[in-house]
């Protein structure tokens, strides 16, 4: 049984940092792209950041860029998305995905909230 289950979200007070995981298990997990994705209120699900094969290549939306790192632990079937200078903008439910060999694989979703 395929499952991806996210953790570490919360509330946080803008400025302040947290770190989403992602545990995976059930498929080969360092044979898969691993992307994280956020869907703010009201709006549509979009592409937070990816780590990309071959290389690990990592990408960022602009919105986050140079604020979160997608990183991963192959040993551990696990993804992460360690998040800083949280916005208020950044509120929203975060999933996990796993892409490759014609699969695509969702997590449930952790909600950060981050508000003063």
């Known amino acids: 049984q395929v499952t991806l289950v996210e953790s570490g979200g919360g509330l946080v007070q803008p400025g302040e940092s947290l770190t989403l995981s992602c545990a995976a298990s059930?498929?080969?997990?360092?044979?898969?792209?691993m992307i994280w994705y956020r869907q703010r209120p009201g709006k549509e699900r979009e592409l937070v950041a990816a780590m990309r094969r071959p290389g690990n290549y990592r990408e960022y939306a602009e919105s986050v860029k140079d604020r979160f790192t997608i990183s991963r632990n192959n040993d551990r079937a696990t993804a992460y998305l360690q998040m800083t200078n949280l916005k208020a903008d950044d509120t929203a439910v975060y999933y996990c995905?796993?892409?490759?060999?014609?699969?695509?694989?969702w997590g449930q979703g952790t909600q950060v909230i981050v508000s003063s």
């Open positions: 059930g498929f080969d997990f360092k044979c898969y792209d």
């Open positions: 995905n796993a892409w490759g060999s014609g699969n695509d694989y």
